[in-house]
């Protein structure tokens, strides 16, 4: 017995491939259900009317049908105007989209992080630098999956952190203070933690500091996994 078709739902696209002859198979990012499967049947026919309209970083209203891992994508229609990140920015878009699928489980939902991804391409269609566009959405992603980075607290002391201090991040901990003549590193200065707590990515020291830390934040909970867009980012900055 086919399963009725779900309510209309908000949803972007993720991942979009071909599948089979005329069909795609495709991840999405729906508001209320989170990332899910689907097949998207005869949408890459030629006369389809979805062959133009299946495309990342455009808000959808999508519903579906079935049960399981993939389902039938029954509907999708245009949501209200947005404009989508062109040129250079459609990397840093796409460095979005691999971290939602490496990071988030299917059926788990997440609107409020749905709502920052939405609001992190509308800041990068709108040009001028990525970077902090990318690092607030960064740390929203990992605060929404519960692995939010303290940045205003000595994790061993427990005081505030001091803006002329060095501090190293420890994984899963925070901010501990340098010793005197201590080796390794990264070191981060407290005003530039401060000012990530803050989402304050004026300061080019902040942004660089924020670069780092946020990408062995990341890393961490990746594993082994490695994101293709990130490398092209660094092969852009050079």
Do not use: K
């Not at 201090?165 to 530039?192: I, L, T």
């Not at 780092?212 to 490695?226: S, T």
């Amino acid at each position: 017995m086919t399963a009725a078709a779900s309510a209309l739902e908000l949803a972007f696209l993720l991942q979009v491939r071909p599948y089979r002859e005329t069909s795609l198979l495709i991840e999405a990012f729906v508001r209320s259900q989170g990332r899910l499967g689907f097949v998207a049947r005869g949408a890459r026919r030629p006369r389809s009317a979805w062959r133009s309209l299946l495309q990342p970083f455009r808000p959808l209203v999508i519903s579906w049908a079935g049960r399981g891992a993939l389902q039938t994508l029954r509907t999708a229609e245009p949501a209200a105007p947005m404009a989508a990140p062109t040129g250079a920015e459609v990397v840093s878009a796409f460095y979005l989209n691999e971290l939602l699928l490496a990071l988030l489980r299917r059926g788990d939902p997440h609107p409020e992080l749905f709502d920052r991804y939405a609001t992190a391409l509308a800041e990068l269609a709108a040009a001028g630098s990525p970077e902090p566009a990318l690092r607030r959405f960064e740390l929203g992603l990992l605060q929404d999956l519960g692995y939010g980075l303290c940045l205003d607290r000595d994790a061993g002391s427990d005081r505030p952190l001091d803006p002329a201090g060095q501090y190293r991040y420890v994984p899963e901990h925070g901010p501990v203070a340098v010793r005197d003549g201590e080796a390794g590193g990264p070191f981060y200065s407290g005003a530039a933690l401060l000012g990530i707590a803050r989402e304050d990515f004026a300061d080019e020291a902040t942004r660089r500091a924020a670069r780092q830390l946020l990408r062995a934040a990341i890393a961490h909970h990746l594993g082994d996994r490695e994101l293709r867009t990130r490398t092209v980012l660094a092969a852009m900055r050079r």
